[in-house]
T-cell receptor, first 112, second 111 residues
Framework: KQEVTQIPAALSVPEGENLVLNCSFTDSAIYNLQWFRQDPGKGLTSLLLIQSSQREQTSGRLNASLDKSSGRSTLYIAASQPGDSATYLCAVASGGSYIPTFGRGTSLIVHP | SQTIHQWPATLVQPVGSPLSLECTVEGTSNPNLYWYRQAAGRGLQLLFYSVGIGQISSEVPQNLSASRPQDRQFILSSKKLLLSDSGFYLC??????????FGQGTRLTVV
């Protein structure tokens, strides 16, 4: 059974710092890995999708990498801003029905 | 473009009452559909998924059921709610090897 772990569970940083959020998974037979953002009381917003054949994806200040063989992904946030404060979730799609399995997330606070 | 609608946004129900949460997807055909629950302080737990009309797979035995009466409609139900059914319910869809996309969720409080 796929298990996804995210480290750290919480992070509080001053504005402007570059951040690295980590995600690891136990079964490397994945189809893709997706990073989401969740604001309090809201649904999940997709940030980046990395297919199993890809190594990284970039969108603006966000960069996600994937090392499938070692079961790891990192989300890099450059020049963090208070508006980046949210919970960041990692999900890997695996199994016959491409079911996304989630980590518990990293709660990020960026203070001015 | 594809959109997903989920309602209601919030719901307060007494113990023992029935439940019906609805999710519809627009702009795509034959998506995989998912119901997740997010309890306070816990991760997202997959409850049900469906790969087609009338095809429902349950991941966790509990007081809930799901149905897919139409291609782009996914319904989460309960005949009698328990206090432990409280949580944030999220519907999602996925097509092929694309990523998953989520609705805005329903906050259910059972009192």
């Amino acid at each position: 059974k796929q298990e996804v772990t995210q480290i750290p569970a919480a992070l509080s940083v001053p504005e402007g710092e570059n951040l690295v959020l980590n995600c690891s998974f136990t079964d490397s037979a994945i189809y893709n890995l997706q990073w989401f953002r969740q604001d309090p009381g809201k649904g999940l917003t997709s940030l980046l999708l990395i297919q199993s054949s890809q190594r990284e994806q970039t969108s603006g200040r966000l960069n996600a990498s994937l090392d499938k063989s070692s079961g790891r992904s990192t989300l890099y946030i450059a020049a963090s801003q208070p508006g980046d404060s949210a919970t960041y979730l990692c999900a890997v799609a695996s199994g016959g029905s491409y079911i996304p399995t989630f980590g518990r997330g990293t709660s990020l606070i960026v203070h001015p | 473009s594809q959109t997903i609608h989920q309602w209601p946004a919030t719901l307060v129900q007494p113990v023992g009452s029935p439940l019906s949460l609805e999710c519809t997807v627009e702009g795509t055909s034959n998506p995989n559909l998912y119901w997740y629950r997010q309890a306070a302080g816990r991760g997202l737990q997959l409850l049900f998924y469906s790969v087609g009309i009338g095809q429902i797979s349950s991941e966790v035995p509990q007081n809930l059921s799901a149905s897919r009466p139409q291609d782009r409609q996914f319904i989460l139900s309960s005949k009698k709610l328990l206090l432990s059914d409280s949580g944030f319910y999220l519907c999602a869809w996925r097509l092929g090897t694309l990523g998953a996309f989520f609705g805005q969720g329903t906050r259910l409080t059972v009192v």
